[in-house]
């Protein structure tokens, strides 16, 4: 029967696929169908090295091109015989090859999903009120990378060691933070601190900060916000002495002033959208 007959690939996959959980994904297609192999990033995309049923390694190839993770873009897919040894048992990701080909393409920031939404406003979550909480499916990307493959050692994160907990997430296939590189929490990632206008630090508390910083807007301050690309510097939209004040700092008289909103409901209390502009404000 043609699908007890044994097939070995290699797999080359480029475009968007480092950042968006596609390592995971292969693994787990892989282990889920029973194929041996491996799985790793490289300058040029992805890398994948099957073996097992042809039946099976088809399926694979399948579900690759048909419903690959939703954040991927997979722009080609080269498929080739196998001529080398065959891998041991079981499926691996192994560490990322450097070949100084650097190709790959890189995606953006992904906005906060729904499931680590629910981490930071649960009490007993662990993330609670945490702002850098993120997983394999959101969180920042191309704004803390500085060299390809996307690993964390090439990240703005490699100088935070993750905790045992956070540790165990990323190594766990199961979870949605399998080798997230930004993972972190308050134990061991970023943390949130509060400066007054001569930088000299006032808190680290976490709920203190944010409670200061809204009662800056609240009184009319102009408040910088360092994120992962820069600073932003923040004003009450709805104060036009603040306003007026940001702009002559900033030179900026004429040109349009971002405005944020918590969502399309309070967005449309000062402006109307369109279906389109409602589904470009909510898409990630």
């Known amino acids: 029967m043609t699908g007890l007959c044994r097939k070995q ?24 169908l029973g194929l041996a192999g491996q799985v790793a990033n490289t300058g040029r995309g992805v890398e994948i090295l ?15 091109k048909t ?23 079981g499926f691996s990701i192994l560490a990322s090859k450097d070949n100084g080909n650097a190709e790959v393409l890189i995606s953006p920031d992904i906005a906060t999903c729904d ?16 702002p850098f909480t993120n ?14 493959p996307y690993d964390r050692a090439h990240t703005s994160m490699a100088v935070f060691q993750m905790c045992p907990a956070c540790e165990g997430e990323y190594t766990d296939p199961g979870d949605r933070r399998f080798h997230a590189q930004p993972n972190a929490c308050p134990e061991c ?20 900060c944010f409670a200061a910083c809204a009662a800056a807007l609240r009184d009319g301050r ?24 940001l702009r002559r700092k900033k030179q ?7 405005v944020m909103a918590r969502d399309p409901a309070t967005a449309e209390t000062i402006c109307r959208l369109k279906e389109a502009e409602r589904k470009i404000l909510c898409s990630r």
């Open 222 to 245: 102009i408040v910088a916000i360092k994120g992962l690309g820069g600073f932003h510097l923040a004003v009450d939209a709805a104060s036009e002495d603040a306003v007026v004040r």
């Open 67 to 89: 419903a690959p993770p939703p954040l991927a873009r997979i722009t080609g897919i080269a498929v080739s015989a196998h001529h080398g040894p065959e891998p041991g048992p």
């Open 115 to 130: 499931d680590c939404l629910r981490d930071i406003f649960s009490p007993g979550n662990r993330r609670f009120h945490y």
């Open 135 to 148: 997983c394999t499916n959101c969180g920042p990307r191309m704004t803390i990378i500085r060299k390809i």
């Open 9 to 32: 690939i290699a797999v080359q996959v480029c475009g968007i696929v480092q950042g968006v959980g596609f390592r995971p994904f292969v693994y787990s297609l892989a282990r889920r």
């Open 50 to 64: 099957l073996s097992g049923p042809e039946i099976d390694v088809d399926r694979f190839l399948h579900r690759l």
């Open 252 to 258: 900026r008289y004429a040109k349009p002033l971002a």
């Open 189 to 208: 990632g970023p943390t949130v601190s509060w400066h007054d206008n001569r930088g000299r630090l006032l808190t680290t508390d976490n709920e203190n």
